[in-house]
């Protein structure tokens, strides 16, 4: 069965997300023609919308550092892109949906793109008013995606893939397509419309970014390879979910 991941296309994009986003996009239709992205950079770097905003769309980009946004604002004067300097929190005054109605931008949104290198999924979870038609959100490739693993807000860990469909779903979104560190989610009500595309978690997701920690008989171990993100010791972020931490008289990991 085909997937959307056929169409995977780097214009912009790090892992084919743009060619996954047009033909979504080809397949739903657009209402708005609204894409919201942070953090922003330059507007260009890996992004999952400037495919969007260079070809017509109105882009809304957030970005925290003041000299990257800087750059940003320099980058994209000659399009429809509006700029905002600030940092998305799951929380307070700057949650998405707060710093959207400080600019009088809470309208009708078709893509949000969702990529924090942590707080990833408490920022999904929490959206309230804005249904964007289609969300890209950031997991951690690393989790094996039949884990239900998150780390506690503030971190720089991520979650699973698993994690994120299930709060995906109880938002009201269902998985169309992942890439090797995105999922894809549009709306249930625009779901069947994807019937002809393989979108489970188990034929969608990739293994190559696990690393297998094996042990012999007696206990001493040794790991497949080095880990894609280093191996630095054991981590001191509050996790919840499946997993095991190694007591702290351990000898470390790879050393």
């Known amino acids: 069965m085909k997937t959307l991941s ?20 080809e397949i739903l239709k657009t209402s708005s023609k609204i894409c919201i992205e942070f953090g922003a950079w330059d507007g260009f770097y890996l992004s999952n919308t400037a495919n969007l905003w260079t070809r017509g769309w109105k882009g809304i980009l957030i970005e925290s550092d003041k000299e990257r946004y800087g750059t940003l604002v320099e980058s994209v004067k000659k399009y429809n892109c509006r700029c905002i300097n600030a940092k998305v929190t799951h929380e307070g005054n700057n949650t998405l949906e707060r710093i959207l109605q400080r600019e009088a931008l ?37 989790i094996p995606m039949h884990l239900d693993l998150v780390a506690e807000p503030g971190n720089y860990f991520g ?4 994690s994120l469909i299930r709060l995906a779903e109880a938002k009201g979104y269902k998985l169309v397509a992942m890439t090797d560190t995105n999922c894809f989610f549009v709306q249930e009500k625009d779901f069947h419309s994807f ?49 095991y931490s190694f007591p702290a008289e351990t000898k470390r990991l790879l050393s």
């Open 159 to 162: 979650c699973s893939a698993l």
């Open 6 to 25: 056929d169409y995977a296309l780097n214009v912009f994009s790090q892992f084919g997300e743009d060619g996954i986003v047009q033909k979504i996009f």
């Open 195 to 243: 019937s002809e595309y393989e979108t489970s978690l188990q034929f969608l997701g990739t293994t190559k970014h696990l690393t297998y920690l094996i042990t012999g008989y007696a206990g001493d171990y040794v790991a497949s390879r080095m880990p894609i993100y280093g191996c630095t010791g054991a981590t001191k972020q509050k996790l919840r979910g499946e997993y």
């Open 106 to 142: 809470l309208n009708d949104v078709d893509l949000l793109s969702i990529d924090v290198d942590g707080d990833d999924y408490y920022i999904l979870e929490s959206l309230r008013e804005i249904k964007p038609r289609l969300i890209i959100c950031e997991y951690n490739p690393t």
